[in-house]
């Protein structure tokens, strides 16, 4: 979809539909909403709804990095522990590679 | 598969790059496979790993043979071209050796032992000194003075190595065109001329053996069984095999648990060993010596068991996987404490073990008993009774039996395991007072000729199977020995003893089949067709391994101690195979065992006369009790499994200098950008460059 | 580190062929179509060759070594005669489908010159048989071993991809003349376009001295290269207006509206 062909206002419900439907846990649709709208948001002329769509932006830009941070750390933990947990390491992967502990 | 690569081959020599008529593919031009490889794997416990593995592509290492144990300084320090694979001579292969090799193994891709020709004068043995130390009955609750080897370490020479873990791969190499064509590699690229290093390109080699499990059994155990995952490998699998054991009267094998008025006598031998390498597992005098003397002596007992009626009954049983921490007997014992085998723990009188009796130049057999059952009087009174009756039964014959003057603990023995759950009379028979006489105790060299079965030459092998080796005649005494005793034992009277002889051709022929070849004219006439085909010309492999595989001692002794034992009866191929003698005989199943075996060729024929053999002969699976139970983390029973791996290889080929792969990828670069720079210019230019005068619109970009 | 050995002898291979692509074909979709129609009339021609191949090694005394050496030089001559068959039939075709072209455009001229027809279906020709020639070997070079171990030169790798770059090229200066030939009918172009290719691909049996297959295939390849710069239209008079940047008032001169 192109962004330009869109009015102001269909611009404004699509962000708000992705900073909404990152609430369920997709991260993604917020990375998607920050790289897509940021444009908009920030570097285009003022418009009415601009105001808007960078609160969502930004708040996406937040729970995305809020996701990251929270991921970064868990893999970092569960990769430098995994062998030392055993059995519960185990049970927590979903594919062990063949001959490592 | 093969039609495209002929393509290709033609491609290659039609297109370009093939000098001549040799439509080699590039690999072949850069590699050379080794055709025999024979790694060393790894094996799991409850706690620990031991063995090799390789990374999951092969170690590559530059070829380095050494040659002494000073030499050693080369891999691990002076070298310049690290990491090594370092080829030696096996009687470098010794602990000092390889733990430096360990230590220093950022520096080691890995080893390739030379297989000698001659086993090694001083003797070897990469076992433990103190064999199955933890599983058998000495424990601080159980004479504790004679735990742990407290006494005596059976296996002086034990260096351990077999219990070591190393992470770069070993492998063993026969001396033939391989290790002849290493050596002349090495020789031509990679021994230092005048000091200096040698120039690229090295000769190396890589070895692959990487092992699938890791850490210990009951890690592998479970992610055997995580299901969820993607790759739904397994990765592990306990050692087990078949334990195989046959009565001297028919017993009914379909009902288990206790047996009224049955007194059994067990007799049994161990039917596996193992070395350093898991498929050369000779076992000459630690299972062979052993085994062979119980099928003589059940041999020699087949007419006198049949004639006289006995009160006892003999069990002629072979314990597997005794190696690893007694597999067999424990599986067997718990078997008859949970009254899942034809007769329970009660129906035990005594039992009477084989143990090593190759007999090196000697002809003492030594009784080892049980100080600590024997505390209790009625024990002591069976077990002298035993004792005297091997005595008398070896009165007159080549050999003499002493009891050790000392008071020491049994040696490793599966009887331990029978002492484990109660106190039995029992008797171990051994060559040795009070240490192995085995200097190669499961090693690579424990091979016919450690046990002195050596051929005059210009025998064929027919010759050679049926010639009579000293060997073979002391280990006929022995038979001979162990079968009186028996029959004394079980209640025949001492009068007939003298008629009870084991013969040395049997003997001789299946040492034969065992040490050298195990497919020769004999074996073909009694092992079932079925069977046949696993039957090769090499030494037997007397490692246990798992499950999946069939194992080659327990097809032998199976059909040996039927046919031995067994008799011949008149019943078509069809019912033989269905287990009964007639259509509607429906009983003979639970007593006896059918095989149809091929039997002898008639003169002037090909065709082989086959008949049924009807034996009391059984199998029973000879798994670790902890594997039933689940509980791999129990020190109570045998928690050995084998890692899988997916492949077993070796190679050596030659490694350019970084300074002319540098060379190459730079000028790839170079070619690259000036070809893009050219282009740009030209594309750029096009309109001027292919402009003539006469026609200037229609340039070629 | 034997991957900076492949992706070297990817680079050297492919290099000018790659960034011949980049620069004169890949942003017209028309020429790309060309060059993959080219690439497989090559191919083509290689599935007859080793039809023919394969069934004459199957009746072959396959013990006698004079007889497979035979047989190795008729499969030479007999694949090279094929690919300048297939690719006359290309020319052929290409006369052809000129005329839909030209049915179909709009404007008067047609939309692609027969020269630049020559140039992508070339270069089509040459990155097939430099795929074909080199794909095997460049999926043995990333290790961990190289040549050498029976006593062959280690410096296989490279001279195999000289030696691909160089037909990929001949391929493209082939393509260029014989056309040219084609269409002027001046069938002594042709011919000498399929004399070279057989004495190129005769000289691969020279390997492995490298050295000897090598320079006389370069020398080839410079030989055609200039026939074929001629023949595309240039001259050493461009050729020196392009080198001391008078081409200003030049491109002005002549400068009209494609």
Excluded at chain 2, 147 to 162: D, E, F, R, V, Y
Aim: proline share 5%; net charge neutral; glycine share 6%.
């Amino acid at each position: 979809m192109n962004l330009e062909r869109l009015p102001n206002e269909e611009k404004l419900t699509l962000c708000r539909k992705y900073y909404l439907g990152g609430f369920a846990l997709l991260p993604f649709l917020w990375l998607v909403n920050v790289v897509w709208f940021f444009k908009e948001a920030f570097l285009k002329p003022p418009f009415t709804e601009q105001t808007q769509i960078k609160t969502y932006v930004k708040r996406s830009a937040l729970g995305l990095l809020f996701w990251v941070t929270v991921l970064t750390t868990w893999i970092t933990i569960y990769q430098h522990f995994r062998a030392q947990w055993g059995e519960v390491g185990d049970y927590l992967s979903f594919t062990i590679p063949l001959g490592t502990p | 598969m093969d039609l495209l690569s002929n393509k290709w081959i033609v491609y290659l020599a039609l297109c370009l790059f093939v000098a001549g008529i040799n439509c080699n593919s590039v690999e072949n031009k850069i590699y050379v496979k080794l055709n025999y490889t024979v790694p060393c794997v790894r094996l799991l416990n409850s706690t620990h790993q031991i063995g090799c593995q390789s990374s999951l592509s092969g170690d590559v290492g530059v070829l380095h043979v050494l040659e002494s144990e000073e030499n050693l300084d080369f891999v691990l320090r002076n070298g310049r071209n690290p990491p090594y694979m370092v080829i030696m001579e096996s009687s470098l292969f010794t602990r000092s050796v390889m733990m430096k090799l360990k230590n220093g193994s950022s520096r080691v891709a890995g080893v390739a032992v030379v297989e000698p020709t001659s086993n090694p004068p001083d003797g070897f043995s990469p076992h433990t000194r103190c064999p199955n130390e933890n599983t058998g009955v000495y424990s601080e609750n159980y004479g504790p003075g004679l735990a742990h080897c407290n006494t005596t370490k059976w296996n002086p020479l034990g260096n351990g190595l077999s219990y070591e873990e190393f992470d770069f791969p070993i492998f063993s190499m026969k001396d033939d065109n391989d290790t002849q064509l290493i050596r002349q590699c090495y020789m031509d690229h990679n021994r230092p001329m005048n000091g200096s290093d040698p120039q690229y390109p090295l000769c190396a080699m890589q070895l692959s053996s990487h092992m699938s499990a890791v850490t210990s059994t009951p890690t592998c155990m479970r992610r055997n069984s995580i299901s969820f995952s993607m790759s739904n490998d397994m990765v592990c699998d306990p050692l087990s095999d078949q334990n195989i054991w046959a009565p001297s009267k028919p017993l009914n094998t379909t009902q288990n648990g206790h047996k009224a008025n049955e007194s059994v006598i067990i007799v049994s031998a161990r039917l596996d060993s193992r070395s350093f390498f898991s498929e050369i597992g000779p076992g000459a005098e630690s299972a062979a010596s052993g085994l062979i003397t119980l099928l003589a002596a059940a041999h020699a007992l087949r007419n006198a068991t049949q004639d006289a009626q006995l009160d006892r009954t003999i069990f002629y049983t072979f314990f597997h996987g005794e190696t690893f921490d007694y597999i067999g007997s424990s599986k067997m014992v718990y078997d008859m404490e949970k009254n899942q085998f034809p007769i329970d723990l009660d129906n035990v009188h005594s039992v009477l073990e084989i143990g090593q009796v190759g007999l090196h130049s000697s002809s003492n057999l030594w009784l080892h008993t049980d100080p600590v059952s024997m505390r209790n009087s009625s024990i002591q009174e069976e077990v002298k009774n035993l004792i005297a009756n091997l005595k008398s039964a070896a009165a007159g014959l080549n050999v003499s039996v002493t009891e050790p003057g000392v008071t020491q603990p049994l040696p490793p023995s599966s009887f331990q395991r029978f002492l484990r759950a109660r106190p039995f009379p029992g008797v171990v028979i051994e060559d040795y007072n009070s240490s192995f006489s085995n200097k190669y105790f499961q090693s690579m060299f424990d091979n016919a000729d450690s046990l002195n079965v050596l051929y005059p030459p210009n025998l064929t092998p027919e010759e050679q199977l049926n010639h009579v080796t000293n060997t073979a005649k002391s280990l006929a005494e022995v038979a001979t020995t162990v079968a009186r005793a028996l029959f004394i034992q079980a209640g025949g009277e001492k009068t007939q003893i003298s008629s009870i002889k084991a013969d040395e051709l049997m003997v001789s022929r299946m040492l034969y089949s065992f040490l050298i070849s195990s497919n020769n004219s004999w074996t073909q006439e009694i092992v079932g067709l079925k069977d046949v085909v696993h039957l090769n010309n090499n030494t037997v492999n007397f490692y246990i391994s798992v499950e999946q595989q069939a194992s080659l001692p327990t097809i032998l002794v199976k059909y040996l101690l039927a046919n031995l034992t067994g008799t011949a009866v008149n019943v078509t191929q069809e019912n033989c195979k269905n287990q009964k003698e007639s259509e509607d005989d429906k009983e003979s199943k639970h007593l006896y065992n059918y095989f149809w075996v091929p039997g002898a060729a008639p003169p002037n024929s090909t065709e082989r006369d086959g008949f049924c053999v009807r034996s009391t002969v059984h199998w029973s699976r000879a798994i670790s009790p902890a594997f039933l139970m689940e509980n791999y983390t129990t020190s109570e029973y045998s928690t050995w499994t084998e890692s899988r791996w997916k492949e077993i290889k070796g190679r050596i080929f030659l490694v350019a200098s970084h300074d002319l792969e540098m060379l190459t990828l730079g000028v790839g670069i170079g070619v690259l950008l000036s070809s893009l720079l050219l282009t740009y210019i030209m594309s750029s230019k096009a309109d001027i460059l292919f402009s003539s005068g006469r026609e200037p619109t229609s340039a070629t970009y | 580190m034997t991957a900076a050995v492949f992706f070297g002898c990817t680079f050297i291979a492919f290099g000018p062929a790659v960034s011949l692509f980049l620069f004169t074909i890949a942003r017209e979709p028309l020429r790309v179509i060309f060059l993959i129609a080219g690439a497989f009339f090559w191919l083509v021609s290689l599935l007859m060759a080793s039809l023919v191949w394969f069934i004459s090694v199957q009746i072959s005394n396959k013990e006698s070594v004079s007889q497979q050496k035979g047989l190795l030089i008729f499969g030479v001559v007999l694949s090279v005669l094929l690919q300048e068959t297939f690719r006359f039939a290309y020319y052929k075709l290409l006369k052809k489908a000129n005329e839909g072209l030209l049915a179909l455009s709009q404007e008067e001229t047609m939309p692609i010159s027969i020269r630049q027809l020559a140039y992508v279906s070339g270069l089509g020709f040459g990155f097939m048989s430099g795929a074909f020639s080199v794909v095997n070997i460049l999926a043995d070079s990333v290790g961990p071993g190289t040549v050498g171990i029976h006593g062959d030169s280690q410096h296989y790798f490279l001279s195999s991809a000289f030696m691909t770059m160089a037909i990929i090229l001949l391929h493209m200066f082939w393509g260029i003349i014989f056309f040219d030939g084609c269409e002027k009918q001046r069938w002594l172009a042709v011919a000498a376009v399929v004399a070279s290719h057989l004495l190129v691909s005769c000289l691969t049996f020279q390997n492995p001295q490298y050295v000897s297959s090598l320079v006389p295939t370069y020398v080839v390849m410079f030989f055609m290269g200039v026939w074929a710069f001629y023949t595309a239209g240039g001259s050493l008079r461009n050729l020196k207006l392009c080198l001391t940047c008078k081409d200003k008032d030049f491109l002005l001169a002549n400068h009209r509206p494609r």
